[in-house]
């Protein structure tokens, strides 16, 4: 081996590198962060008078705070829902339009490395969005209510939604040839995955309550004493798949839904021991681990879906040769 | 250096590869003619790794493309028949980005950027958008782009296709200059006259098919010995002249223009001195002899135009 096949690499990732450095200069995204902290800003400051006003005549109360905040991040998630497939379904299309791609994948670089870079410098302009909205978050310091530290649990919460969606950006980007087709595909699969995600516990549950419902009612064979007596409750655990859910649950854990004056419902725990869930106790485990669970599994997913990605974007994928009809 | 082995690939009912094979030696600059649509690219393509062969093998230095894609890499520099610029960078960022793309450092890649654009003569627009170039300098960009990481091996798809003939000469020249450093340089074109004024060795493909490789000296007397051999003779001798052409087994057609006929011989000179000596045996008289000057157009239009199975002894 001469000396300079020796020499040491360098393992920087070339992909990311530029798009962190080159592209991330562009006014482009100057322009997205403006747009998004405009479409914020005016909730935030209709409510910042709204509790300066409410102040001065000594009505304010934490449950204002509270509604601003979760108004707020619901607000944020649902514009991120908005930019993120808008931003990320072009990563590797937008490649394949400018035929850069190609040239792309005769260098060193796999394709596992180039999604890393894309789906990377994708994450960290996300991420910088999230935190460009914070100062509207951090508003309610001044008045108190809710700790540092559940705010960066609140905006990591936040990340790992938009990390979860960014992946499927990447994934229809590497499967189609055009931006907009996997923009459309991108948004398509996300508001069905959103959708059926939050509703399957309910239809599971509902299930179960039918079940119960009609053996309680009929009592055919056997006395029935029990209303519930299908335990199906672990059923809603499928609802951890439910990027909405977990924000409900993180919401609810941090800033608590304040419905009434002392009253506040703290996330999915607040379902169990009620007819949702009549056999999970409001000190349940696996109900609490909610948002855990469910960043691990969102996290897993993005995982998962990014390799898929690299196999697609791998041009010589497989290693066994077809059988060639010669005629 | 390279070896092409039984490669076929097939895109739906169409075979663009059939049974390929192909060897370029180290040093040698390469020229790979065939029409639109004979396999060039598909072959180029295999043998950078961006596509993969239905059957067969490519083998740079003795290893397989296909299972050492990632350390061959470093060997091989691929220039595609389109651009593949990225418009909002400058020249020199578009050379940076690729030397990091092959692990190259900065401070390597300072020095190698300014060696590659002064190599293309584009030093002057090291600080100009990409976009802003003309197609000549975007060409001479992908060509410094294909050289970043110093490939042995050098895969150029159709460089010169819609070029000025200023930037064809310059391009020309930057290959000469490069095919002198030691590098491989394998170009494709569906010219042949284009390939044949800077290239040692050339390769036809047809129908997805090598029919015809040699040094650039083989391929100009493959294509003086395509012209056809006239012979003018007695009027009323012409029948006799038809029996005589029917023996020569390197007489492949024949027509006649009045009392000159038009052969397509297939023979040596020496094979064209025993026919003229045996039309003299057979007492016709030969008013002249003379082969027309060949050239490489026509002898790649009689190779892509001729039918599989009629035989050409120049074929492979």
């Known amino acids: ?327 | 250096m390279i070896e092409i082995k039984h490669l076929y690939k097939r895109y739906g009912r169409f075979l663009a590869l059939n049974d390929f094979s192909l060897n370029v030696g180290p040093g040698e600059l390469f020229g790979f003619v065939g029409s639109n649509g004979a396999g060039k690219t598909t072959t180029m393509r295999i043998c950078v790794g961006l596509l993969k062969a239905d059957g067969g093998e490519v083998l740079i230095e003795g290893k397989d493309m296909l299972k050492n894609h990632r350390e061959l890499a470093e060997k091989v520099g691929y220039v595609p028949d389109y651009f593949g610029v990225y418009k909002s960078l400058t020249a020199s960022e578009y050379l940076h980005f690729f030397a990091s793309a092959y692990g190259i450092y900065r401070s390597d890649a300072d020095k190698l950027t300014a060696e590659l654009l002064d190599l293309v003569n584009l030093t002057n627009k090291k600080d100009t958008d990409v976009n802003g170039l003309s197609r000549g300098m975007k060409q001479r960009l992908c060509l410094a782009r294909g050289l970043v990481h110093n490939p042995d091996i050098l895969f150029l798809d159709e460089p010169a296709s819609g070029l000025d003939p200023k930037a064809r000469y310059e391009l020309k020249e930057i290959l000469k200059n490069l095919s002198s450093m030691g590098k491989t340089i394998i170009i494709s074109s569906h010219i042949l006259p284009e390939l044949a004024e800077m290239c040692t060795s050339v390769g036809i493909i047809d129908k997805g098919h090598l029919v015809l490789q040699g040094s650039i000296e083989e391929i100009h007397r493959a294509a003086a010995m395509s012209s056809p051999l006239n012979i003018a003779v007695n009027e009323e001798q012409i029948d006799e002249a038809f029996e005589c052409l029917k023996e020569n087994p390197y007489v492949q057609k024949v027509t006649s223009q009045g009392s000159i006929l038009k052969i397509v011989f297939t023979g040596t000179k020496e094979n064209e001195s025993e026919l003229l000596a045996s039309f003299v045996r057979s007492g016709i008289m030969v008013s002249s002899f003379y082969r027309e000057e060949g050239s490489l157009e026509s002898l790649f239009m009689q190779i892509v135009n001729t039918k599989p199975g009629k035989p050409e002894p120049q074929r492979r």
């Open chain 1, 1 to 327: 081996m001469s000396t300079e096949e020796k020499k040491k690499k360098n393992k920087k990732n070339a992909v990311l590198y530029k798009e962190m450095t080159i592209d991330m200069k562009r006014p482009k995204i100057v322009i997205i962060m403006l747009l998004l902290n405009l479409f914020i800003a005016p909730v935030a400051i209709g409510f910042f008078i709204g509790i300066l006003i409410a102040s001065m005549n000594g009505v304010c109360s934490y449950r204002v705070l509270a509604w601003y905040l979760i108004v707020m991040v619901y607000l944020e998630a649902s514009v991120l829902f908005f930019i993120t497939p808008a931003i990320t379904a072009g990563s590797i299309s937008l490649e394949k339009e400018r035929q850069t791609l190609d040239v792309l994948l005769t260098t060193r670089m796999t394709p596992w490395e180039i999604i890393k870079g894309k789906y990377g410098s994708n994450l960290i302009f996300l991420s910088l969005m999230v935190v460009s909205t914070f100062p509207l978050l951090a508003l309610v310091f001044i008045y108190g209510g809710i700790s540092f530290i559940q705010l960066i649990y609140l905006g990591l919460t936040l990340m790992v939604f938009i990390a979860f969606i960014s992946c499927f950006g990447i994934f229809f980007s590497t499967l189609t040839k055009n931006t907009i087709l996997s923009v459309i595909l991108t948004y398509l699969f996300v508001s069905i995955y959103m959708t059926f995600t939050l509703a399957l516990p309910f239809i599971l549950l509902g299930g179960v309550a039918f079940v119960n419902d009609w053996l309680y009612n009929t009592q055919t064979y056997i006395t029935i004493t029990d209303e519930h007596l299908i335990n199906g409750d672990i059923l809603v655990m499928f609802g951890t798949f439910s990027p909405i859910l977990t924000l409900f649950d993180v919401i609810g854990n941090t800033i608590g839904y304040q419905i009434g004056i002392g009253e506040s419902v703290k996330g999915m725990i607040s379902l169990c021991e009620t007819e949702i869930m009549p056999h999970f106790t409001r000190d349940n485990i696996i109900v609490k681990s909610w948002t855990p669970i469910s960043l691990v599994e969102m996290s897993l997913i993005s995982f998962l879906v990014l390799r898929l990605s690299a196999v697609i974007l791998n041009p010589v994928k497989g290693k066994k040769k077809k059988k060639v009809n010669k005629k």
